[in-house]
């Protein structure tokens, strides 16, 4: 399995509130990725990196933020966290030399429920 | 825009064959990929297909992709079980991002 966590697992916070989801990767790929994940939609790309300090929106970024500050560290912020936040989120990380599959390898995800 | 849309739900008996479906809509992807999630996971690879073939085999997993209907089907021969899962496609690019674009996942759920 790839060297992927996310912290913390599981958050029940409240509207308002400022959450920071972390995600930690061992195994030195230069891209790495936020989804949301809810029913009926599958899995919305959030924002990703192409590397330290370079990062980019996805289609649903509004209410987020990120920071790359180290290879191994990507960090998601909702700054003032909304029930429309409720959701189970994601990293992933990839590599351009992941073979000619570009796999994407993803945590086991972090529940978060706004109230 | 981009789109990948899929059936939500999909029930088989046990033994028998499994086809989850999926349209995409951008004509330009290089790769289009099956995940599979398990219940309290995250995604896991199954298999993919390059955009220029028609058919891809993998022991019990048939892929099928028609281009010209941007369609792409995944079967799974002898279904057990253990296949009860959430089934994701997505087309993805090498324009230099290397970013997916997700269906909404078919819920697999396979009968005894």
């Known amino acids: 399995d790839a060297g992927i966590t996310q912290s913390p697992r599981h958050k029940v916070t409240e509207t308002g509130t400022p959450v920071t989801l972390r995600c930690h990767q061992t195994e030195n790929h230069r891209y790495m990725y936020w989804y949301r994940q809810d029913p009926g939609h599958g899995l919305r790309l959030i924002h990703y990196s192409y590397g330290v300090k370079d990062t980019d929106k996805g289609e649903v970024s509004d209410g987020y933020s990120v920071s790359r500050s180290k290879t191994e560290d990507f960090l998601l912020t909702l700054e003032s966290a909304t029930s429309s936040q409720t959701s189970v989120y994601f990293c992933?990380?990839?590599?351009?030399?992941?073979?000619?599959?570009?796999?994407?390898?993803f945590g086991p995800g972090t529940r978060l429920t706004v109230t | 825009g981009e789109d990948v849309e899929q059936s939500l739900f999909l029930s088989v008996r046990e033994g028998d064959s499994s086809v989850i479906n999926c349209t995409y809509t951008?004509?330009?992807?290089?790769?289009l990929y099956w995940y599979k999630q398990e219940p309290g996971a995250g995604l896991q690879l199954l298999t993919y297909?390059?955009?220029?073939?028609d058919m891809k085999q993998d022991q019990r997993l048939t892929v099928l992709l028609n281009k010209k209907d941007k369609h792409l089907s995944l079967r799974i021969a002898d279904t057990q079980t253990g296949d009860s899962a959430i089934y994701f496609c997505?087309?993805?690019?090498?324009?230099?991002?290397?970013?997916?674009?997700f269906g909404t996942g078919t819920r697999l759920k396979v009968l005894a």
């Open positions: 951008d004509s330009s992807s290089t790769y």
């Open positions: 997505a087309e993805g690019s090498t324009s230099g991002t290397y970013k997916y674009i």
């Open positions: 992933a990380i990839s590599e351009s030399t992941s073979g000619p599959t570009y796999e994407q390898y």
């Open positions: 297909i390059f955009s220029n073939m």
